[in-house]
């Protein structure tokens, strides 16, 4: 992870292109914790999306068991 930290020198991360020199790098680690914390509730809603999915499925299936009798 740390192999680009030569001063001066880039390394990428995901979409997020760290400069180490002197604060940056603390800048670019922030940045990157935002990213996570965003990922995260990307991922929550994405939960939220496949949990209504299921509930709507649930429904359909017992209309056509109704159908059916």
């Known amino acids: 992870m740390f192999m ?6 880039k390394w ?9 020199y002197r604060d ?6 922030k940045e990157r914790k935002r990213e996570r914390e965003r990922e ?3 991922e929550k809603v994405r939960e939220k999306v496949r949990e209504k999915e299921r509930e ?3 429904e359909r299936e ?6 059916r009798e």
């Open 4 to 9: 680009g930290m030569i001063s001066g020198t």
């Open 40 to 42: 995260r509730e990307r």
């Open 24 to 29: 940056s790098f603390f800048a670019c680690e």
């Open 62 to 67: 017992k209309k056509r068991e109704k159908k």
């Open 56 to 58: 709507r499925e649930k």
């Open 12 to 20: 990428e991360h995901k979409s997020i292109i760290c400069v180490p």
